[in-house]
C-alpha cells in the first residue's frame, strides 16, 4: 500500500518497494528515570525497525521477488494457451503482467544492496532516477493488481449467480476493455507521483531524492492522502471483502442445490465452480496480505502521516506491510497449481511433462470433435451431451 510523507528539510528517503516517507524526529532521546542517570536509552523499538528492515527488505525481498517473476512468467505461458482463451483467464493474464512488473521493478533496489554495486558511481547515479520511477510505478502497478483482482472477482460473481446468462455478460472483449480501462485510470491516478521527487545529483550526499514544491503543496498533499487511501486501499479491500463473501455464500448455496440439477447443468455448474475455487483463494491470499497496510491506512488517516511514521513499532510494521503486498503478487502460480487440476494439466502438456490425453479438456477444434465421436462410438453408457446454447468459454480455464 502507497503512503507518501515529506521531510522537513525537503529530502526524502525511498524504501524497499518505491514508497516515500520521511524520518523528521524518529529518534527521540528520552533520558532513563529509573536510575536517574544521565545516558540516553534508544527509542522504543528503534532495533524492531533496524531488524524487521533486514528481514523484510535484504532477505525475504529478493526470495520472494526471483519466486514472484518466475511464477508469473509460466503463468502468462499457460494461461497465453489458445485452449485456455476465456473472460476469466484474460483478467488473470493482466492480472500475472501487473505483478510481474511490479516485481521487476524491485530488482534494481535489491542489487544496490550489493556493496560492489553500491560503490559504483555510474550505478548510483542511475539508481537515483530509478527510485522516482520506482515510486511512481510501483503505486501505478498495486493499484492494477487491486482493481483486476476485483474485476475478475466480480466476473465471477455473475458467473456464479446467473450461470445459464453468464455468457453473453462475462465475454473476453468485455474483460479486453475493463483492464484497459483499469490500467489507464490507474496510471492517469499516480501520474504525478513522478513529479513530487527529483534526483540528488550530488553523489557524495548521501540523500537520494529530494522533495519538490508540487509534494510539498497542502492542498496536493491533502488530496493526494485522502485519494491514495481511498482508492488504493480501503475501497478495494472492502469491495474484495463483500464480493468474496458472496462468493463463498454462493459455494456453500450451490453444494445444497446440485441433487436438483440434471446432469448437463452439473457439468456446467461444476465448471464453474471449479474456476470460482481458484478465485476464492486468491482474494482470501489479497485480503491476508493487504491486511496491514490497511491498519496502517486507519491509522494514517486517524492521526496523520508524520505523527505514525515518527512511530517505530509502525515503522516495522510497514516493512512487513511492504513485504507481504509483494508477495501477493507472487503467489498465484502457486495457488493455481494447488488448487486447479486443469491448470496442472494445460502445464504438464505445455512443457512435455504430462500425456497429452489427461488434458483433452483443452482440445479445440477438429481434434475435440474427433475425441467426442470416437467416445461416443466406443462408451457402452449413454453420456448427456451439454447443448450448445450452455456450452462456455469457462469450460477450458483454469
Keep these: 500500500m502507497n503512503y507518501s510523507v515529506l521531510n522537513s528539510n525537503k529530502s526524502a528517503e525511498v524504501d524497499s518497494s518505491g514508497l516515500n516517507y520521511t524520518m523528521t524526529n524518529v529518534s527521540i532521546i528520552t533520558l532513563d528515570a529509573g536510575n536517574g542517570s544521565d545516558t540516553p536509552s534508544p527509542p522504543p523499538y528503534s532495533q524492531f525497525v533496524v531488524d524487521a528492515d533486514f528481514a523484510a527488505s535484504s532477505v525475504g525481498m529478493p526470495i520472494v521477488c526471483i519466486i514472484g517473476i518466475i511464477g508469473n ?96 455478460m462475462c465475454t473476453i472483449r468485455r474483460a479486453i476493455v475493463a483492464i484497459t480501462g483499469i490500467f489507464v485510470v490507474s496510471f492517469a491516478f499516480h501520474f504525478s507521483k513522478f513529479f513530487e521527487l527529483m534526483p540528488n545529483l550530488d553523489l557524495s550526499d548521501p540523500t537520494p531524492v529530494f522533495t519538490t514544491a508540487l509534494s510539498q503543496n497542502p492542498i496536493y498533499e491533502k488530496y493526494l492522502h485522502y485519494t491514495n487511501i481511498s482508492i488504493a486501499v480501503l475501497i478495494p479491500f472492502a469491495m474484495l471483502f463483500v464480493f468474496n463473501s458472496l462468493l463463498i455464500y454462493l459455494l456453500i448455496q450451490h453444494r445444497t442445490q446440485r441433487q436438483t440439477l440434471t446432469s448437463t447443468q452439473q457439468k456446467l455448474k461444476d465448471d464453474i465452480i471449479h474456476i470460482t475455487v481458484v478465485v476464492v483463494a486468491m482474494v482470501a491470499v489479497f485480503l491476508i496480505c493487504h491486511s496491514l497496510g490497511v491498519y496502517l491506512a486507519m491509522n494514517i488517516a486517524v492521526h496523520g502521516r508524520e505523527k505514525i511514521f515518527a512511530n517505530n513499532l509502525l515503522q516495522g510494521i510497514r516493512f512487513i506491510s511492504n513485504l507481504m503486498v509483494v508477495t501477493n503478487s507472487s503467489v498465484n502460480f502457486i495457488l493455481y497449481c494447488s488448487i486447479s487440476s486443469k491448470f496442472q494439466e494445460a502445464f504438464l502438456e505445455t512443457f512435455g511433462c504430462g500425456r497429452k490425453t489427461k488434458c483433452s479438456t483443452f482440445r479445440t477444434g477438429k481434434h475435440h470433435r474427433a475425441s467426442q465421436s470416437s467416445s461416443k462410438s466406443t462408451s457402452t453408457t449413454s453420456e448427456v451431451k ?10 477450458v480455464m483454469v
Design 386 to 395: 451439454t447443448p450448445k446454447k450452455y456450452k462456455r468459454e469457462e469450460e
Design 73 to 168: 512468467i509460466l503463468n502468462l505461458v499457460v494461461l497465453s494457451k489458445k485452449s485456455m482463451r476465456s473472460s476469466t483467464t484474460t483478467f488473470l493474464i493482466a492480472l500475472a503482467v501487473s505483478d510481474m512488473l511490479l516485481l521487476v521493478m524491485q530488482v534494481p533496489d535489491l542489487l544496490y544492496r550489493i556493496e560492489a554495486i553500491k560503490a559504483n558511481d555510474s550505478y548510483t547515479l542511475f539508481y537515483r532516477y530509478y527510485l522516482i520511477s520506482r515510486y511512481a510505478l510501483s503505486n501505478f502497478f498495486i493499484t492494477c493488481t487491486s482493481w483486476l483482482t476485483i474485476a475478475v472477482t466480480i466476473e465471477r460473481f455473475l458467473a456464479v449467480k446467473f450461470t445459464f446468462h453468464a455468457r453473453l
